[in-house]
């Protein structure tokens, strides 16, 4: 994936933040991009539908038409002639009919190749990602491991993950967002989503840093 570079500008913004060059780095090469496919918005299902269904209308009367004219009755003159200055005579297992028949069954086979495609389609509608936690965390991720490469703790008190408008984790991600370029540079409910499961995290690690205070030996 191609990196995610800011702009001057923003790489000074977040250096003042206190995000370290280390993390910046890896915030440009891996967490950004992840992040930017993720929240990459789709085109709307109903268009995608839309092109879907026209293809297979097109093929089911394309086949339609070859079957009409390969089982054409002696009954029905215009398609009887029609069948005969093919060459062979048209007739499904000779010469020009047999070409035809090939046809009709590779359009078959095309027909459900389509409807494959249009069942994999979602039911409802197509929910997008905006709300989604993933990119925090992968933000987040980032800045711990840049940190701890260059020798500090992985979460810097100044960029401790909180929904405050003010704090340097929300306008940290805001820079992130905006490098993206995403419609919105401030996604709350993306944010909130993380915090909840960053506050879990936080318990447990708590927990067992209390287990393993108790197990240790007494001098």
């Not at 191609?2 to 440009?28: K, M, Y």
């Amino acid at each position: 994936m191609q990196p995610v570079r800011f702009t001057p500008q923003q790489h000074a913004e977040l250096l003042r933040l206190g995000v370290v060059d280390q993390a910046i780095v890896q915030l440009e090469t891996d967490a950004l991009p992840r992040a930017r496919e993720i929240l990459k918005r789709g085109p709307p299902k109903g268009a995608v539908l839309d092109e879907l269904a026209a293809v297979d209308k097109a093929l089911v009367v394309a086949r339609s038409a070859v079957e009409r004219l390969l089982n054409a009755k002696d009954s029905v003159p215009h398609l009887r002639e029609a069948r005969a200055r093919i060459h062979g005579g048209g007739y499904r297992h000779m010469f020009g009919g047999l070409r035809l028949d090939e046809t009709s069954k590779a359009l078959s086979v095309a027909i459900g190749v389509v409807a494959d495609a249009i069942a994999t389609l979602p039911a409802g509608p197509v929910r997008h990602q905006s709300a989604s936690p993933l990119p925090i965390k992968l933000i987040f991720s980032a800045v711990q491991f840049g940190s701890v490469l260059s020798g500090l703790e992985p979460v810097l008190p100044q960029l401790k993950p909180s929904m405050s408008p003010t704090s340097g984790f929300r306008q940290m991600v805001g820079i992130c967002y905006e490098a993206i370029g995403t419609a919105s540079t401030d996604p709350e409910r993306a944010i909130r989503a993380y915090l909840k499961q960053w506050r879990v995290l936080m318990q447990i690690a708590e927990s067992q840093s209390h287990l393993r205070t108790e197990r240790a030996p007494r001098t």
